[in-house]
């Protein structure tokens, strides 16, 4: 009797386990995988249809671009392969007035910039420790600058309107130094060190470039985010050096190209791509006769 329930039982435990296992399987929760988007390129728009922020690769860098209601492009943020990277602020014009700026090996500097792109206000920290604020005249020239640490000079050294050292009061190799200069660049009078330069244990002048073309200094040729075909000239003016088009976006024509734009006609289709010159970073696509003009956004 007992050998029959046996053998009743092993089967029907054979059946049940393996039906209660695919059951609790199929109930239990499935681990959620991580929803990942590969792009090139993302464009943000407003409520109008108009871009406002581009994250995209550029030269092989990421970027992220953001513009105004006009497309003027106001703020940009790229990081180089070499790891330096940059945050650049424009105004409408498209010149750089503002800058963040850190290099590897280099340093870091905070920049500002007058409505023309000239730099004005320059704050660096060197990769030896020097830190330094240089300022500038509304003419470009050098009119004080204070720095501290590193290898150079603890002080504060100042010029004239025309860039020609006229005082400094630093510390220099243990030494203290107080001089003033002649405008012909001669020592007027010195507490220590007559002979010694006023310049010496100045520290240099930074360069630090912007990243992936997003230089500060300078004017920006403007970054278009309507590339592509649907477009048609609203107006030539200049004999062809101005192409305006149906968008008010305006263009400045290379002039290798202007003998042709010259004769293109109001209404004539427009196709817009990258073009590889550095001057004139797009290309106007002429479809009505197949000729092209290298061109760069003046304005939106």
């Excluded at 029959?4 to 199929?26: D, E, M, N, T, Y």
């Excluded at 014009?93 to 800058?99: I, M, Q, T, V, Y």
């Excluded at 002039?255 to 004139?280: C, F, K, N, Q």
Aim: glycine share 12%.
């Amino acid at each position: 009797m007992i050998h029959r329930h046996l053998r009743l039982a092993v089967p029907l435990f054979l059946l049940v386990v393996p039906s209660l296992a695919a059951a609790g399987s199929a109930t239990a929760p499935k681990r959620s995988q991580p929803k990942t988007v590969r792009a090139e390129r993302f464009e943000l728009t407003d409520s109008s249809g108009r871009v406002r922020a581009v994250l995209e690769m550029r030269d092989g860098q990421p970027m992220l671009s953001m513009c105004d209601a006009r497309g003027n492009e106001r703020v940009s943020i790229g990081v180089a392969s070499d790891g330096a990277s940059s945050v650049i602020i424009r105004d409408s014009e498209g010149f750089g007035r503002g800058g963040l700026v850190f290099v590897p090996g280099t340093g870091a500097s905070l920049s500002l910039n007058d409505g023309r792109g000239g730099s004005r206000a320059l704050l660096y920290l060197a990769a030896d420790g020097t830190a330094s604020l240089r300022l500038k005249g509304a003419r470009g020239a050098e009119q004080a600058c204070m720095s501290a640490g590193g290898k150079w000079a603890n002080g504060v050294f100042l010029w004239d309107e025309a860039g020609t050292p006229r005082a400094r009061f630093s510390i220099y190799e243990d030494l203290p130094l107080v001089a003033t200069m002649a405008k012909d660049g001669s020592v007027a009078w010195s507490s220590a060190l007559a002979s010694l330069p006023l310049s010496t244990g100045l520290p240099s002048q930074p360069t630090l470039p912007g990243v992936g073309g997003f230089a500060l200094q300078g004017r920006s040729s403007g970054t278009y985010w309507d590339t592509g075909g649907g477009h048609w000239i609203q107006e030539v003016t200049g004999s062809g050096k101005y192409i305006q088009l149906e968008d008010d976006s305006l263009w400045e024509v290379s002039p290798l190209d202007t003998m042709d734009t010259a004769l293109w006609l109001a209404t004539t289709d427009i196709t817009v791509v990258d073009s590889d010159d550095a001057l004139y970073p797009y290309r106007l696509i002429n479809t009505d006769d197949g000729e092209t003009a290298e061109a760069r956004l003046v304005s939106r």
